[in-house]
C-alpha cells in the first residue's frame, strides 16, 4: 500500500494543478492572440491527457488493495469510510468525459466554448482530489457515524466528509499539488533554456505571428514557475497554522513530528536527529523552539510520547521516520522559497533568466525537490497516525489482512507499475521529439471529423 499510494500521489498534483497551468496559458492565448501560450496549452493538456489515464489505472490498483489488504477498515468502517470515495467517482468520471471534450475539441470547438470544457475539467480534478482527502482526514479525525456492537449503524454522510480535518488537508494538498506540478513543468523548460533548445517554428501554420522558440521556453517556465513561487509562501503560513491545529488536536502525532519523549515546557526544536531506546540521539536543538512555535509562548507546554499509553505508542522506528520526513518537507519548502525569492530579484533587476546559468540550474532541479516534500508530507500524514488506521477507534494491526499470498500479490503491483511507468514515460518521449521535430500537434484519427467549425474565422480556426 505503501509503494501504491507513494507512486499514484506524484500524479495527483499533475491531475490537479496541470490542467490549471493549461487553462492560464489558454486564456492568453485567446485574449492576446498569444501563439506560444496556445501551443503551450495545447501540449500541457495533451500530457495532462496521459497522466490522467495513468492515474486512473494505479488509482483502480489503489481501490483492490483496500478491500484485499484492509479487511478489518472495509468491513467494519466501509460505511462511513466508503462515501467520500462514492462521490470521488462522480468527479473521475466527469473529468473523464470533459478532458476528451477538450482534447477533442482544438480546431473543432469555439475558442471559448472550448476554454470552457477546460475549466469543468480543473474544477472536477479539484473535486475528486477533494473526496480522496475527505476519506484521509477521517481516519485523522473521524465523525459521522454512530457504533453499535462495534459495527456502523447510522452515517452522517456530511460530517463524515467534512469532518475535523478535511478543511486544512484540502488547502494543505491543493497547494502542494499547485508547487509540485509548478516546479516540475519549470524544470522541464529551465532545462530547455539551459541546453538552448530550439522549438521548430510550427506556429507559423497557424498563426501569422509566427513561432519564437526563445520566447516559448520563456513563457513556458514563467506561467509554472510563478504559479509554484505564489504558492510557496501561502503554504509555509498554512503549514505553520496546521502545526498549531495538530498540537491541539492530534498531540501523538505532533510529539512524533517533534521528535519529544516527555512531556514538558520550554521545549527545544530539534534539527535531525532519530528516537533510539526512547531517547533523542544526534540532531541539533533550539532552545524553547517547538514551545514557542505551538504556543507562542516558552511556557507552552507539549505532551510526549511517554503521554500516550504504551499499547497504543507508536515504535521508535515510525517516530523517527514522521520526524526525519517533516524536516526534510520544511527545509525544502523555505530552499523553494528562497528560489522564488531569487527569481523576483532578478526580475526586479531586469536581468534576463535565459543568462543566468545557476538560477536555471537550481531551478532544473526543483522539480525533484517539490516532489520530494509531497512524498515526505504525506509519509507525516499516513506514519504520523499509527498505530492506528482510525483514530482512537481501529488499530493498524486489527484492520490488515493477516493471511494470504500477498508477496504475489505485491510482485504483480510491481509489475503492472513498471509496464505503466515505462509506457507512460515512452509515450512522453515520443511526444517531446515529434514536437521538437515540427510535428503537427493536431493528430486525425481515422474516424475522425476534418478541419475546423465550418464558418469560423480563419484567424481564429487557426488559433485553436
Known amino acids: 500500500?505503501?509503494?501504491?499510494?507513494?507512486?499514484?500521489?506524484?500524479?495527483?498534483?499533475?491531475?490537479?494543478?496541470?490542467?490549471?497551468?493549461?487553462?492560464?496559458?489558454?486564456?492568453?492565448?485567446?485574449?492576446?492572440?498569444?501563439?506560444?501560450?496556445?501551443?503551450?496549452?495545447?501540449?500541457?493538456?495533451?500530457?495532462?491527457?496521459?497522466?490522467?489515464?495513468?492515474g486512473a489505472i494505479t488509482g483502480t490498483v489503489l481501490s483492490f488493495e483496500l478491500g484485499i489488504l484492509w479487511p478489518g477498515l472495509m468491513g467494519r468502517y466501509g460505511a462511513a469510510f466508503g462515501f467520500p470515495f462514492a462521490i470521488e467517482g462522480l468527479f473521475f468520471f466527469t473529468e473523464a468525459i470533459f478532458v476528451s471534450i477538450y482534447?477533442?475539441?482544438?480546431?473543432?470547438?469555439?475558442?471559448?466554448?472550448?476554454?470552457?470544457?477546460?475549466?469543468?475539467?480543473?474544477?472536477?480534478?479539484?473535486?475528486?482530489?477533494?473526496?480522496?482527502?475527505?476519506?484521509?482526514?477521517?481516519?485523522?479525525?473521524p465523525g459521522g457515524f454512530t457504533l453499535v456492537n462495534g459495527r456502523v449503524a447510522d452515517v452522517s454522510p456530511g460530517k463524515v466528509f467534512f469532518n475535523g480535518a478535511f478543511w486544512y488537508e484540502l488547502l494543505h494538498m491543493l497547494l502542494a499539488a499547485y508547487i509540485v506540478a509548478g516546479f516540475v513543468v519549470a524544470s522541464v523548460y529551465a532545462v530547455g533554456m539551459l541546453r538552448r533548445r530550439t522549438v521548430p517554428d510550427e506556429g507559423r501554420a497557424t498563426t501569422s505571428a509566427g513561432h519564437d522558440a526563445a520566447r516559448y521556453n520563456r513563457l513556458g517556465f514563467l506561467i509554472a514557475f510563478a504559479i509554484a513561487a505564489v504558492a510557496v509562501p501561502c503554504q509555509i503560513v498554512v503549514g505553520d497554522t496546521i502545526a498549531r491545529y495538530v498540537f491541539d488536536s492530534e498531540p501523538a502525532k505532533f510529539s512524533a513530528i517533534?521528535?519529544?519523549?516527555?512531556?514538558?515546557?520550554?521545549?527545544?526544536?530539534?534539527?535531525?536527529?532519530?528516537?533510539?531506546?526512547?531517547?533523542?540521539?544526534?540532531?541539533?536543538?533550539?532552545?524553547?523552539?517547538?514551545?514557542?512555535?505551538?504556543?507562542?509562548?516558552?511556557?507552552?507546554?507539549?505532551?510526549?510520547?511517554?503521554?500516550?499509553?504504551?499499547?497504543?505508542r507508536p515504535t521508535d522506528r515510525e517516530v523517527s521516520l514522521v520526524h526525519l520526513s517533516f524536516d526534510v518537507m520544511v527545509g525544502l519548502s523555505f530552499a523553494l522559497l528562497a528560489l522564488g525569492l531569487w527569481c523576483a530579484w532578478l526580475l526586479w533587476r531586469r536581468r534576463v533568466l535565459e543568462q543566468q546559468r545557476?538560477?536555471?540550474?537550481?531551478?532544473?532541479?526543483?522539480g525533484v525537490a517539490a516532489v520530494v516534500c509531497l512524498e515526505t508530507g504525506w509519509i507525516v500524514t499516513e506514519v504520523g497516525r499509527q498505530?492506528?488506521?482510525?483514530?482512537?477507534?481501529?488499530?493498524?494491526?486489527?484492520?490488515?489482512?493477516?493471511?494470504?499470498?500477498?508477496?504475489?500479490?505485491?510482485?504483480?503491483?510491481?509489475?503492472?507499475?513498471?509496464?505503466?511507468?515505462?509506457?507512460?514515460g515512452a509515450v512522453l518521449v515520443s511526444m517531446k521529439r515529434r514536437w521538437q521535430a515540427g510535428g503537427d500537434d493536431s493528430v486525425v484519427v481515422p474516424y475522425g471529423p476534418r478541419g475546423g467549425v465550418a464558418g469560423a474565422p480563419p484567424e481564429e480556426a487557426g488559433t485553436r
Not at 501551443?39 to 495513468?54: E, G, H, P, T, Y
Request: hydrophobic share 55%; charged share 10%.
Open 1 to 54: 500500500m505503501a509503494f501504491t499510494l507513494g507512486f499514484h500521489i506524484i500524479l495527483v498534483p499533475f491531475g490537479v494543478a496541470l490542467t490549471t497551468l493549461m487553462l492560464v496559458a489558454h486564456y492568453r492565448g485567446l485574449r492576446k492572440g498569444d501563439a506560444e501560450a496556445m501551443v503551450l496549452a495545447q501540449r500541457w493538456a495533451k500530457v495532462s491527457a496521459v497522466l490522467f489515464a495513468v
Open 103 to 141: 482534447i477533442y475539441g482544438w480546431r473543432r470547438l469555439r475558442p471559448w466554448p472550448h476554454f470552457w470544457t477546460g475549466v469543468v475539467v480543473s474544477l472536477s480534478s479539484i473535486g475528486g482530489a477533494a473526496a480522496v482527502i475527505a476519506a484521509n482526514s477521517w481516519m485523522n479525525q
Open 258 to 312: 517533534e521528535l519529544l519523549p516527555t512531556t514538558g515546557t520550554h521545549v527545544p526544536e530539534t534539527l535531525g536527529g532519530i528516537l533510539l531506546d526512547g531517547k533523542v540521539r544526534g540532531g541539533l536543538q533550539i532552545p524553547d523552539g517547538a514551545s514557542l512555535l505551538a504556543g507562542f509562548s516558552v511556557n507552552t507546554r507539549i505532551s510526549g510520547l511517554e503521554a500516550i499509553p504504551a499499547q497504543h
Open 358 to 366: 545557476w538560477f536555471l540550474r537550481a531551478c532544473a532541479v526543483s
Open 387 to 424: 498505530p492506528w488506521i482510525v483514530v482512537g477507534h481501529l488499530l493498524t494491526r486489527d484492520a490488515v489482512a493477516t493471511q494470504g499470498n500477498l508477496w504475489a500479490f505485491f510482485a504483480a503491483v510491481l509489475a503492472i507499475y513498471l509496464a505503466v511507468g515505462l509506457t507512460a
